[in-house]
């Protein structure tokens, strides 16, 4: 018999990692317990469908929750790191074990501020062929400006620098479990998921969501651990910067060979004290040509640093031959 894609239901994995969350926990599994009925009722998501959450070393009491949870419905799993990896690695631990036992995987946070309701749309999507539905924010309303301002600052960079950057975009998506399984290809240990997967490819969609407030307890990323986050996002992702290295010794020494022109003539003509021109002439052109040889240096190391990651060069969509797989 042939079968669509919506007769086979997906297995549907939701990861989400948290960190202290004591507070949150028990609101959070009651309403994903009460999402994961209703699409298991209507025939959107298989029965074994689980939440994830993964404990990121927490201090307080949300494994012995994770636990409760567990024990009392098994709809509930939980993964416990050994010690607290930072919400990148946390979440990639729960995508690595979902890439192994769904069929696709939704990442949210713990703390309520990803509207669940948005899941609804992304399975839709998904059964329509896409492998990876990214939620989308919306508005920005509720943001003070200054956090309006980074955020928009820091997404134009990352554009610049040649990151493929999904706007207001934060890990709140849908894979595919070959989505999945290519993203467990990058192996790099500085991890910025949103950068890395666009690179994985296939077909991508988004859905728009109204991000809220925490429903309870504090935010785990004060500005100092945001901006690191923002600084590990552009590194990890480019080495352009060391490029403008280059760049800037290329423009000054330009700049310097117009400006000796200048200071030449001034010699000549005897406008100035003796020494200082062969003097200056040295200081512009060799700070210069120094700014150019780091930055070429600085290529080969950003060349090397990158080389490291070993990330895929590709990966296969579709093979049509009678020898390998076909899809
Ligand atoms: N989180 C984590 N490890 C950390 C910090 C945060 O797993 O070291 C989790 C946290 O529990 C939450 C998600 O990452 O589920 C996002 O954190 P938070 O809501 O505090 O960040 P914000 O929304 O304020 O940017
Ligand atoms: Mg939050």
């Not at 999402?35 to 404990?55: P, R, T, Y």
Request: aromatic content about 12%; hydrophobic content about 40%; charged content about 25%.
């Amino acid at each position: 018999m042939f079968l669509l894609k919506e007769d086979v239901k997906v297995k549907l994995y939701i990861v989400v990692p948290c960190y202290n969350e004591e507070e949150v926990l028990p609101e959070t599994s009651s309403r994903l317990q009460e999402k994961m009925q209703f699409l298991m009722q209507n025939q959107q998501i298989s029965e074994n469908s689980h939440v994830i959450f993964v404990d990121d070393g927490s201090k307080d009491k949300t494994w012995a929750m994770i636990e409760e949870l567990h024990h009392r419905n098994s709809l509930f799993s939980g993964i416990k790191l050994s010690k607290n990896r930072g919400h990148q690695n946390a979440l990639l631990a729960g995508l690595n074990f979902a890439a192994e036992h769904a069929d696709a995987a939704v990442s949210m946070d713990a703390d309520l501020q990803d509207d669940i309701n948005a899941v609804d749309e992304m399975i839709k999507k998904y059964n329509e062929g896409c492998d990876i539905v990214y939620g989308v924010r919306s508005t920005r309303d509720k943001d003070t400006f200054f956090k309006k301002f980074t955020a928009e600052t820091f997404y134009k960079v990352l554009r610049r620098l040649g990151g493929e950057i999904i706007y207001n975009h934060a890990d709140y998506r849908l894979m595919s479990k070959r989505a999945l399984k290519g993203l467990a290809e990058f192996k790099e240990v500085n991890l910025f998921l949103r950068g890395i997967v666009p690179m994985i490819g296939y077909k991508s969609d988004t859905v728009a969501y109204e991000r809220g407030e925490r429903f309870a307890g504090e935010s785990k990323y004060p500005l100092k651990k945001m901006l690191s986050f923002a600084f590990e996002g552009i590194t990890s992702l480019s080495i352009k910067p060391v490029r403008l290295i280059f760049d800037f010794g290329v423009a000054i020494s330009g700049i310097s060979v117009i400006v000796l022109l200048y200071f030449l003539a001034q010699y000549f003509m005897g406008n100035t004290v003796s020494g200082w021109t062969s003097l200056i002439m040295s200081i512009w052109l060799l700070g210069g040509f120094q700014l150019m040889a780091i930055g070429i240096i600085g290529e080969y190391i950003g060349k090397v640093y990158l080389e490291t990651k070993a990330r895929p060069r590709f990966i296969n969509e579709v093979i049509l031959n009678n020898d390998g797989e076909s899809k």
